[in-house]
């Protein structure tokens, strides 16, 4: 277990407060783990500050390679890792726990409970999946984590809404939507005007759905120019571990049969932020052809739109709460019919991908990760104030 020297606690009357961040965090590779990271710089008033905003940083084993930023490493399955971990948050003024049930130690993750219960100051818990029809134990975790912390976070409407369906206290509820990184103000854009690029990243693995586009793209073969489908993004983790890259060696296979392996490029080297940047100004239109019906928040989703790109998405839940009112194109979950003909349009229609264009710019500012660490500010200094009441 790897430890830092913790910042002193400020107290609730300081203007400068500390904080710490519970999750997953590079160089582990999840959506928790960026999610963490952009989190904890937007909410940092100066850039490169390491003692503002701390991370208590979730692992399987000790692998001690965090940055300065990291306090200690939770080990999942380590009481005396927790107790380490409760001790360093409790220095802290504000403790925010990112929640999703794989990635702490235990059934479903139940060990997040014994870490919030032991946390003094106040808690704010991130969740980033409230599941329409949660197994009684999952249930069970989400309202006892509830009862413990001092404020919930959801990232959408529709999470918020699903949580009346729990034995939770809707008062402790705030909406902060997902942040996102700013487009870079000059991109070098190697942009195929000729050819339009149709973009999908994000670490691969089952139900992403690259498959229902796949079939789409054979649906396209008469555009002129045809377009292309780039595929970005390396196999998550734990699916290389347990399944290698049989996902997309299918993809492949299954292109090459439709006679679209020309039409179909997948690039699963590692892109820094810059060159993804790149690469996502480049696209003409960018696609989440996702399988699930149950997704309440999509980094990737954010991103798209706080890039001012055209997005069509399969109706998941953040999309559709997002895309509404003429943002984007909304298609069946796994449906390659209903993609090619929502490609078709935008490929084809000059006019609607303007508009497209033109109501994702509206809303991105209000998406940067500045933006909504400011949110998560300003909630800390409402629970800060709260308890200083309750003192005084």
């Known amino acids: 277990m790897t430890s830092n020297q913790t910042s002193v606690h400020k107290g609730p009357g300081s203007s400068e407060r500390t904080f710490g961040i519970v999750g997953t965090y590079p160089p582990t590779e999840c959506g928790i783990a960026t999610f963490s990271a952009a989190l904890r710089k937007g909410m ?23 940055g ?11 009481p005396t890792s927790i107790c380490a971990a409760q001790e360093t948050l409790s220095q802290l003024d504000v403790t925010i726990v990112q929640h999703e049930y794989g ?47 001092d404020a919930l976070v959801t990232m959408t409407r529709t999470a918020q809404r699903r949580l009346r369906d729990y034995d939770v206290d809707m008062a402790k509820v705030s909406v902060i939507p997902h942040g996102a990184h700013p487009p870079a103000s000059e991109v070098e854009v190697d942009q195929d005007l000729e050819r339009p690029t149709i973009l999908t990243w994000g670490l691969l693995g089952p139900g992403k759905g690259i498959e229902w586009v796949v079939e789409a793209m054979a649906q396209l073969k008469d555009l002129d120019p045809q377009p292309r489908y780039q595929v970005v993004g390396k196999t998550h983790p734990k699916v290389l571990e347990q399944d290698g890259e049989a996902y997309r060696s299918t993809l492949q296979e299954r292109a090459a049969e439709l006679g679209v392996a020309d039409l179909v490029e997948f690039d699963d080297s590692y892109s820094d932020r810059a060159e993804l940047q ?34 069509i998405s399969s109706s998941f839940p953040h999309a559709v709460e997002l895309l509404g009112g003429g943002i984007g194109l909304l298609v069946p979950r796994q449906d390659p019919d209903a993609i090619a003909a929502a490609l078709r349009r935008v490929l084809s229609e000059p006019s609607l991908h303007e508009r497209m264009v033109a109501g994702a710019a509206a809303v991105a500012p209000s998406l940067s990760w500045t933006a909504v660490g400011g949110q998560y500010r300003s909630l800390a200094d409402k629970l800060l104030g709260g308890r200083a009441s309750a003192v005084a």
Not at 125 to 145: F, K
């Open 44 to 66: 940092c008033r100066r850039d490169g500050d390491q003692q503002e905003c701390r991370v208590v940083r979730v692992v399987d084993e000790p692998e001690g390679d965090g």
């Open 103 to 149: 990635i702490y130690g235990g059934d479903d993750g139940e060990e997040v409970l014994d870490i919030v219960k032991g946390i003094e100051g106040p808690t704010i818990a991130v969740l980033h999946t409230v599941l329409d029809d949660p197994t009684p134990n999952q249930r069970r975790i989400l309202e006892s984590m509830a009862g413990s912390v």
């Open 278 to 311: 790149r690469t996502i100004a480049a696209a003409h239109v960018v696609i989440l052809p996702y399988d699930s019906e149950d997704q309440v928040t999509s980094g990737v989703l954010i991103e798209a739109v706080a890039a001012s790109k055209a997005v």
């Open 68 to 78: 300065p930023e990291v306090l200690v490493e939770l080990q999942r399955g380590s």
